[in-house]
C-alpha cells in the first residue's frame, strides 16, 4: 500500500492521496499557524477507527440477514495531557442503528469487530488507548 501526501499551501495543508487515487483533506487549525482546511491526522485516525469498525459489522449483520435501515457511529476521544507526542488516552464509541435488527446480534457483531477484526481498534489498544463502547437499536 502507498500512500501519498502532497503539500497544497504553503502552511500546513496536505492532501494524501491513496493509490487508486482516493484523497483525503488534512490541515492544522489557526492556533498552529494552519487554516482549517482539512481534518487534523489524529481525529483521521479515529475516522479510520470508525469506518474499519462499520465495515466489520455491516458484513456480520448482513450475513445474518439483520435490515439496516440507518446506522451511525459516534467517537468520542481525549488526549494525553501535557505530552508529546500526545496519544489517545480514552475513546468512546456509540454505535447507533434502526432497523428490524436483533439487539444481541448488533451488540455481538460489535464486539466481534472491536475485539477481534477490527485492526485500527487493535493498533490504538496496542498503544494504551482505553477503549469503550454501547450499541442502540431503534
Known amino acids: 500500500m502507498l500512500i501519498e501526501l502532497k503539500r497544497v499551501d504553503d502552511d500546513f495543508s496536505f492532501e494524501a492521496k491513496?493509490?487508486?487515487?482516493?484523497?483525503?483533506q488534512m490541515d492544522s487549525g489557526a492556533?498552529?499557524?494552519?487554516?482549517?482546511l482539512g481534518v487534523r491526522?489524529?481525529?483521521?485516525?479515529?475516522?479510520g477507527l470508525g469506518g474499519c469498525s462499520a465495515i466489520d459489522i455491516v458484513s456480520?449483520?448482513?450475513?445474518q440477514k439483520q435490515r439496516i435501515d440507518d446506522f451511525k457511529i459516534q467517537i468520542d476521544?481525549?488526549?494525553?495531557?501535557?505530552?508529546e507526542p500526545s496519544l489517545w488516552e480514552n475513546v468512546t464509541i456509540r454505535f447507533l442503528f434502526k432497523g428490524e435488527i436483533d439487539e444481541g446480534k448488533a451488540q455481538r457483531a460489535v464486539e466481534l469487530s472491536m475485539t477481534k477484526?477490527?485492526?485500527v481498534a487493535e493498533t490504538l489498544r496496542k498503544s494504551g488507548t482505553h477503549l469503550s463502547w454501547t450499541v442502540a437499536v431503534n
Do not use: W
Not at 492556533?31 to 482549517?36: M, S, T
Not at 491526522?41 to 475516522?47: N, R
Open 41 to 47: 491526522p489524529m481525529q483521521l485516525l479515529l475516522m
Open 60 to 63: 456480520i449483520l448482513k450475513k
Open 77 to 83: 476521544g481525549n488526549r494525553e495531557d501535557g505530552k
Open 117 to 119: 477484526y477490527c485492526s
Open 31 to 36: 492556533a498552529f499557524g494552519g487554516h482549517d
Open 18 to 24: 491513496d493509490t487508486v487515487g482516493h484523497t483525503v
